[in-house]
Each structure stands twice: as structure tokens, then as C-alpha cells.
């Protein structure tokens, strides 16, 4: 009862605020639309539906964190999460209230990428769905970002490191945008020691139906999801305590 | 019979004793005021009370529960108004009050009949869908000390409920205060001196982490032997302990 009266709020507080639906959803649909219409017009295959659907939908969970990170600095420099520290709600419902809302906005939102990528060909079939379930060990671990950036920094400091910083080391460090091959040595080494290329691995061999390409990346992203939750969990705890 | 009981309470950082070794009692369905100047003490004292931090040493009965042993049972008890305004701002009057009920263990339906029923005593009844971000400060402040009144708390912090606000939103923020009486303990920190003459039956005055005198404001104006309660305030502020 407790936590789902806090996750309904969390779910209302974010999808009230225009400037996450134009975040969240408008940004990655005109990414679509502008590099679908940069590769109509080249004559090289740098923007392929088929690999730019997943990039954006990856990419596109970046600014979870962002939307987590805000919701819960606000609430700390608001007094408001005083309020709520005071209350019988446990870190518990504080966790799964703050991250639970976020799950379905993930899906949402890459569904709605998926269904815009239609239009540039993107094949309609089961793969979509496959595709969707990949990206939740991605969503979980932007989610735990924000949770974790929300509970150590405050509101503009939670804008400038995801809604700057972290949206540019996942584009960059992604292969998302260009081939990491270009580019090479240490750069590609970093790039694959951090999880956002292999979320958007994941995500393009599910696209491509390359079923046994996708576990091995899953992990990596498992892997950083868990620890940088777990991260979240403890910084969040701690601000409880006082 | 006592809603607060405190024994030895103390609160101390690296270089810093905050609260020092206090002892006091509220008695139940009194407004008890903590007067002091910044950095006496009085927040930390409320977020010890509240379970928000622990004491570094010795412990409190809040309406009958150790601070230290059942902070879930203190927790289900009290409720708190913070300094700052404490308003979820994109949710409406009606959907803020329905979410606090909500945390306090209130079925949807129960809640929003009690979120009515606060409307209707805080004067907010033509806000009701309206956000909280689009309201006035004075209106903010309603609302903040109804979310804070809605789980039917037995005891009240309030921090520093009317900083900020006009003469008007403050007087009729002290009207609502007022009622509370005889039914909910409060614990009002205020910076006011009018404030805390007007609306206290008690009063704790603290000074560098240390409870200085607590009586009635006739009471410390006696001991002080001053005319005037901010006088008294003064005097004690800065002098060794009193008890009256």
C-alpha cells in the first residue's frame, strides 16, 4: 500500500513535467527522423533503420537517469524527502518506488521509438518484442544512475552529470553513432570495459534476431547494473540514516 | 501524562556538540515552542525526535516509543511540517493529502475522504486541482501543515511553519495552529517571539546545543525579571541554565 501510493507519485511527477516527455520521447524521435534522413541521402550505410532503431531506443534510456537523478535531488534540496524520511515508509519503498515507475517508462518509450522506426522500415515482427526485453538490464542500470547521482548530488548538479556528461560518454563510448573500429586502441578498449556498447550490442543483435550474440553482452550490463545499483541502494541508505 | 520524554539527548559531529545532554517533557495535547538563535539546536533536537538522525547519546519516549529502539513505531505516531515548504509540486492539493494518507497506511478511498475533510479545515477546498507549484506561499504552507495533519499524527513537529510568509498568511496560519490544541502535541521551532507567546503553552529556550529555561512566557519574563518576552529571550540566550 505504502510504496505503491510512492510510486504513483513518482509516475505522476515525471510525466507531468513537459520537459520529460520532450526529453524522453521527442529527442529520440527526432533523432530518428534526422539521421533517417541523412542516410536517404548518402550513399553509404552509416544510419541503417535496422541499427539506428536500437542505438536510439539505447541512447534514448539515458535520460531515465536524468529524470530519476531530478526527481530525487529536487525532492532532497525541496525538504520534501525530509517529509517522506519522517514517515513509515522504509528504504525499501523508497527503492522500489522511486525505480518501479521508471520500468514501464523505459518500455514505453522504446515502443514508441520502435513504432516510429516503422516508417523508415523497420521490420514489424517478434523481434521487436525480444528487442524490448533486452534493453530492461540496460534500463535498470540507467535507472540506478539517476538513483544514485539523485541521491549524492544536487538538482543542478544531477542536470549537468546526466542530463550532459552521461548522455555524452553513451553516445561517445556506444558505437551508437560511428563504428568504434574507426577509432580503435584505447578508445575502443574503454568503450568496451563500460557497459553502453554492449547494451547497444544487445540491443542490435536482438534487432538482427542474433540470439546467441545477445547473452554475452547482457551480462556485461547485468553485471554493471547490479554493482551500480547496489551503489544507489547504499548512498540512498545512507542519506536515510542521517 | 507526557507525550515527549527526553533523557540525556545529545547529538555531536567531528568538532561539533550540536545538543548537549538534554533533558525535558511535553506534556500531551500542549504546543511546547523551541525558541533559539541559529545554530542552538533546535532543528537537530526535532530531527533527533523525529527518528530523521540519531543521538550520539541518550534516547527519547515519543508517544510512548523509543526513539532508539522502534523508530518504526515513533514514525506511525508523529508527523512533521518542515522549514522549508514540503509539497509534491506537480501533483494537485488533492493528490498530495491522497499520497501522504496513502504512506500512512490509508486504503484510496479512506484517503480521500481524509484528504476532504482537510480541504475543507485548511481553507482549501477551491484548490483541490489545482498543483501544488501553481499555489501562493501562505497556500503552500496550508497545504505543507495539512499533508502533515492528515495521518492524524499524535504528535506535530513544526519547523519554523510561517518563515516567510506575510502578516496575513502568518496570522491565519497561527488560527489553524491554534485549533490543533487539546488534540495533537505540537513542537513548533519558531525565530518569532510573538509567534511563540501567542500560540505556546511551554516554552524551551536553547542556546549552543543546551536547553537554557523552559516555562511559560509569563514564567521567563518572571525569572528574568524583564517587561518584555523578547527581553526574557534575550537574557536567557546567552545566560547559564535556569530552571523555572
Same mark, same amino acid.
Given at each position: 500500500m505504502?510504496m505503491?501510493?510512492?510510486?504513483?507519485r513518482?509516475w505522476?511527477?515525471?510525466l507531468?513535467?513537459?520537459?520529460n516527455?520532450?526529453f524522453g520521447?521527442?529527442?529520440?524521435?527526432?533523432?530518428?527522423l534526422?539521421?533517417?534522413t541523412?542516410?536517404?541521402n548518402?550513399?553509404i550505410?552509416l544510419?541503417?533503420?535496422?541499427?539506428?532503431?536500437?542505438?536510439?531506443?539505447?541512447?534514448?534510456l539515458?535520460?531515465l537517469?536524468l529524470?530519476?537523478?531530478?526527481?530525487?535531488?529536487?525532492?532532497?534540496?525541496?525538504?520534501?524527502?525530509?517529509?517522506?524520511f519522517?514517515?513509515?515508509?522504509?528504504s525499501?519503498d523508497?527503492i522500489?518506488?522511486?525505480?518501479?515507475p521508471l520500468l514501464p517508462?523505459?518500455?514505453?518509450q522504446?515502443?514508441?521509438?520502435?513504432?516510429?522506426?516503422?516508417?523508415w522500415?523497420f521490420?514489424?515482427?517478434?523481434?521487436?518484442?525480444l528487442?524490448?526485453?533486452?534493453?530492461i538490464?540496460?534500463?535498470?542500470?540507467?535507472i540506478?544512475?539517476g538513483?544514485l547521482?539523485?541521491s549524492?548530488?544536487?538538482?543542478?548538479?544531477?542536470?549537468?552529470?546526466?542530463?550532459a556528461?552521461l548522455?555524452n560518454?553513451?553516445?561517445w563510448?556506444?558505437?551508437?553513432?560511428?563504428?568504434?573500429?574507426?577509432?580503435?586502441g584505447?578508445?575502443?578498449?574503454?568503450a568496451?570495459?563500460?557497459?553502453?556498447?554492449?547494451?547497444?550490442e544487445?540491443?542490435?543483435?536482438a534487432?538482427?534476431?542474433?540470439?546467441?550474440?545477445?547473452?554475452?553482452?547482457?551480462?556485461?550490463?547485468g553485471?554493471?547494473?547490479?554493482?551500480?545499483?547496489?551503489?544507489a541502494?547504499f548512498?540512498?541508505?545512507?542519506?536515510?540514516?542521517? | 501524562?507526557?507525550?515527549?520524554?527526553?533523557?540525556?539527548?545529545?547529538?555531536r559531529?567531528?568538532?561539533k556538540?550540536?545538543?548537549?545532554?538534554?533533558?525535558?517533557?511535553?506534556?500531551k /495535547? #500542549?504546543?511546547?515552542? &523551541?525558541?533559539?538563535?541559529n545554530?542552538?539546536?533546535?532543528?537537530?533536537? !526535532?530531527k533527533? +525526535?523525529?527518528?530523521l538522525?540519531p543521538p550520539s547519546?541518550?534516547d527519547?519516549?515519543?508517544?510512548?516509543c523509543?526513539?532508539?529502539?522502534?523508530?518504526?513505531g515513533?514514525?506511525a505516531k508523529?508527523n512533521?511540517?518542515?522549514q522549508?515548504?514540503a509539497v509534491?509540486?506537480?501533483?494537485?492539493v488533492?493528490?498530495?493529502?491522497?499520497f501522504?494518507?496513502?504512506?500512512?497506511?490509508?486504503a484510496?478511498?479512506?484517503a480521500?475522504?481524509?484528504a476532504?475533510?482537510?480541504?475543507a479545515?485548511?481553507g482549501l477546498?477551491?484548490?483541490?486541482?489545482n498543483k501544488?507549484k501553481?499555489?501562493?506561499? /501562505? #497556500?503552500?504552507?496550508? &497545504?505543507s501543515?495539512a499533508?502533515a495533519?492528515?495521518?492524524?499524527?499524535e !504528535?506535530?513537529? +513544526?519547523?519554523?511553519?510561517?518563515l516567510?510568509l506575510d502578516?496575513?498568511?502568518?496570522?491565519?496560519l497561527?488560527?489553524a495552529?491554534e485549533k490543533l490544541?487539546?488534540?495533537v502535541?505540537?513542537?513548533?521551532t519558531?525565530?518569532y517571539?510573538?509567534?511563540?507567546e501567542?500560540l505556546?503553552?511551554t516554552?524551551g529556550?536553547?542556546?549552543?546545543?543546551r536547553l537554557k529555561?523552559?516555562?511559560?512566557?509569563?514564567?521567563l519574563?518572571?525569572?528574568t525579571?524583564?517587561?518584555s518576552?523578547e527581553?526574557?529571550?534575550i537574557?536567557l540566550?546567552?545566560?547559564a541554565?535556569?530552571?523555572?
Open positions: 505504502r505503491r501510493a510512492f510510486a504513483l513518482t505522476k511527477e515525471i507531468r513535467d513537459p520537459l516527455i520532450a520521447l521527442g529527442f529520440p524521435l527526432v533523432l530518428l534526422l539521421m533517417s541523412i542516410q536517404a548518402i550513399p550505410a544510419f541503417e533503420i535496422g541499427r539506428l532503431a536500437p542505438g536510439v531506443m539505447v541512447f534514448g539515458s535520460f537517469s529524470f530519476s537523478g531530478m526527481l530525487i535531488a529536487k525532492d532532497r534540496t525541496s525538504s520534501f524527502l525530509t517529509r517522506l519522517a514517515s513509515p515508509l522504509t525499501r523508497f522500489a518506488g522511486y525505480t518501479l517508462m523505459a518500455v514505453m522504446g515502443a514508441v521509438c520502435l513504432a516510429f522506426s516503422l516508417i522500415g521490420p514489424l515482427n517478434a523481434k521487436m518484442l528487442l524490448l526485453a533486452v534493453n538490464p540496460a534500463s535498470v542500470l540507467f540506478g544512475i538513483l547521482a539523485g549524492v548530488l544536487t538538482d543542478k548538479q544531477v542536470g549537468a552529470v546526466c542530463g556528461l548522455t560518454i553513451s553516445a563510448l556506444s558505437g551508437i553513432w560511428f563504428d568504434l573500429n574507426l577509432i580503435g584505447a578508445f575502443k578498449k574503454i568496451y570495459a563500460l557497459p553502453f556498447v554492449h547494451a547497444f544487445a540491443a542490435k543483435a534487432a538482427a534476431g542474433n540470439l546467441d550474440i545477445i547473452l554475452p553482452h547482457l551480462v556485461w550490463v553485471a554493471y547494473a547490479l554493482a551500480v545499483f547496489a551503489m541502494v548512498a540512498f541508505q545512507k542519506k536515510m540514516r542521517g | 501524562m507526557n507525550a515527549i520524554e527526553t533523557t540525556g539527548l545529545s547529538k559531529y567531528k568538532n556538540t550540536a545538543v548537549d545532554n538534554l533533558t525535558f517533557a511535553v506534556e /495535547g #500542549t504546543l511546547f515552542a &523551541l525558541l533559539g538563535v545554530g542552538a539546536g533546535k532543528t537537530t533536537t !526535532i533527533m +525526535l523525529s527518528c538522525t547519546a541518550g527519547a519516549l515519543v508517544a510512548g523509543s526513539i532508539l529502539g522502534d523508530p518504526q515513533v514514525k508523529i512533521v511540517s518542515p522549508e515548504t509534491a509540486p506537480n501533483l494537485t488533492k493528490e498530495n493529502l491522497v501522504i494518507a496513502g504512506i500512512y497506511g490509508s484510496p478511498a479512506e480521500k475522504k481524509k476532504a475533510e482537510m480541504m479545515a485548511f477546498a477551491k484548490e483541490t486541482e501544488a501553481t499555489l501562493s506561499g /501562505g #497556500t503552500q504552507r496550508r &497545504l501543515i499533508m495533519l492528515i495521518s492524524r499524527p !504528535i506535530l513537529f +513544526l519547523d519554523e511553519p510561517t516567510g502578516v496575513l498568511a502568518r496570522r491565519e497561527w488560527k495552529i490544541k487539546g488534540e502535541t505540537v513542537i513548533l519558531t525565530h517571539m510573538e509567534e511563540a501567542a505556546s503553552d516554552i529556550i536553547m542556546s549552543e546545543g529555561a523552559v516555562g511559560t512566557a509569563a514564567q519574563m518572571k525569572l525579571r524583564t517587561s518576552f527581553d526574557a529571550f537574557a540566550a546567552g545566560e541554565e535556569a530552571e523555572v
